[in-house]
């Protein structure tokens, strides 16, 4: 059956053609076919039911008020970001360099390979990050330095502080941790220069997914990386690149040590391998791993601590950003990606015990309240709006069952310090109280789809003055974009 029709990329050539997503066996697959190529079928997401369920959860965003290009046939064929776009700039990513420590053969951005320096100036990562602030009407709130490596930048402690300074409230690099784990000192002058997240690249809790994926045996390196950010108290988001096959079998066992270690680590953003290059159809389909497969790993490997309906889709929490929109008499960033673009939950730990959130907050029955509240303040005004905060203000506690709430946590408190008073160190307490279980499943040629590249809230910032979808960056603008400005490298400047 289908379930509707798009535009996807031939893995092949990477031309623009015509795609249907299709149920099928229990399953939703999608189907398209070049007239050089031939026909391809690939999973999409290995679950039609979870595939629908995430459906209930599509909030469809108005992009923004100012991009920097324009339509120029078919998307994705002229990123940058197009009038055609939906959804807002939630995180920003600049790649300060291609240059790297590592030869990681799944990494998307390697210098040593390409045999080109691409490292933007100072002066153009301004360029670039005010670019991203000039986004119209909802300037972007976070952003992430990506590589190659950003550590083996001398000046990435000034960038830093650099980024603080155009006004983004949130700010992390993504890093193998090398750096980290030899400089003790680096984590303290990160810290101290406004860096919110260290994003640390971590596959497992043995050596072998390193050595299968990375060539080189890095777990004693991530666990020092994960102390000196412990000593002066540097959050840390795990992120595992997940491969069927090599470390799927570890994902309740990263969820562990998360746990063991959850004064510094403030969550784990699972990412199933994305196939760039030319990946043989077949290998594609054994390694791939799809959201509702993460999600049943979970569940089987945690003993049902964890369950796949403890997971919602990212652009879930849409009312919540509504409801302060409402209040505030001002636009949010707001969650308006696809909804089979990723999931997540929040855990809570209690004594030995897992709680997952959806376990004693009615989610579904909390957005409605925002939901309900939100429209109700926009039509009644000053006076409404007092009567709809305080109807919510009691109405929002009772989403709680306080005899299955972790007894640690005063959720109650909090849920009204957040949405009554407008909180955020409210907010900074559930974050450090609790645990975000994600997994984002970016896109490759074999399941691109056009819908989901339009909605995409992940951004790249380029010295050209382009934003770029993250997927349609790294399927199709990434060499193009390192070409033009890149220099030729040397082998020693690797680290």
């Not at 320096?117 to 360029?127: G, S």
Request: proline share 5%; net charge negative; aromatic share 8%.
């Amino acid at each position: 059956m289908v379930i509707k029709r798009t535009k996807s990329l031939c893995p092949e050539c990477l031309q623009i053609i015509d795609a249907e997503v299709d149920e099928d066996k229990n399953r939703v697959k999608i189907v398209k076919e070049c007239l050089e190529h031939g026909k391809f079928e690939n999973t999409y997401w290995s679950s039609d039911k979870l595939y629908r369920n995430a459906s209930e959860y599509d909030y469809k965003g108005e992009g923004i008020e100012n991009p920097q290009t324009s339509l120029n046939g078919e998307c994705p064929s002229n990123c940058g970001i197009c009038q055609e776009h939906e959804s807002q700039t939630i995180l920003g990513l600049i790649d300060v360099t291609n240059r790297c420590n590592m030869k990681c053969p799944v990494c998307f951005a390697n210098a040593a390979v390409s045999k080109s320096l691409y490292e933007p100036t100072y002066e153009e990562i301004r360029a670039m990050l005010q670019n991203l602030r000039d986004n119209q009407p909802v300037s972007t709130p976070a952003i992430q330095y990506a590589g190659g490596e950003p550590t083996v930048r001398k000046d990435i402690v000034d960038l830093i502080k650099l980024a603080k300074e155009e006004g983004f409230t949130h700010t992390q690099i993504a890093t193998n941790g090398i750096k980290l784990a030899k400089n003790p000192n680096l984590a303290k002058g990160l810290k101290e220069s406004g860096l919110n997240t260290v994003y640390l690249q971590f596959d497992g809790i043995t050596e072998e997914p390193y050595i299968k994926i990375r060539n080189r045996d890095l777990l004693s390196t991530k666990l020092e990386a994960i102390e000196n950010c412990r000593k002066v108290d540097l959050g840390i988001v795990l992120v595992p690149t997940l491969i069927k096959g090599i470390n799927d079998q570890q994902v309740g066992d990263i969820i562990r040590f998360a746990v063991d270690n959850i004064d510094i680590i403030r969550g784990i953003n699972f990412q199933p391998v994305s196939f760039a290059g030319r990946t043989p159809a077949d290998e594609v389909e054994e390694q791939r791993v799809t959201i509702p497969d993460f999600e049943k790993l979970v569940e089987e490997q945690t003993e049902s601590k964890i369950k796949i309906e403890d997971f919602y889709p990212a652009s879930s929490v849409v009312p919540i950003s509504e409801f302060v929109e409402a209040i505030e008499g001002k636009e949010q960033v707001t969650f308006t990606c696809h909804p089979h673009c990723g999931a997540a939950t929040y855990i809570f730990i209690d004594g030995n015990q897992i709680i997952p959130v959806t376990q004693f907050i009615d989610v579904d029955k909390l957005f409605g309240i925002l939901t309900k509240s939100a429209e109700d303040i926009e039509k009644g005004g000053l006076t409404g709006k007092a009567k709809t905060i305080a109807r919510a203000t009691v109405g929002l506690p009772k989403t709680i069952d306080t005899s299955k709430a972790p007894e640690s946590v005063e959720m109650k408190k909090i849920l009204t310090s957040v949405f009554k008073e407008r909180s955020y160190s409210a907010l900074g307490t559930f974050h450090k109280k609790s645990l975000l279980i994600a997994c984002m499943h970016f896109m490759d040629p074999w399941n691109f789809d056009q819908d989901r590249v339009r909605r995409c809230v992940i951004h790249y910032a380029v010295p050209d003055g382009r934003i770029i979808p993250f997927c349609s960056m790294n399927t199709l603008y990434r060499q193009e974009i390192e070409k033009k400005f890149a220099v030729p490298f040397n082998d020693n400047e690797s680290e």
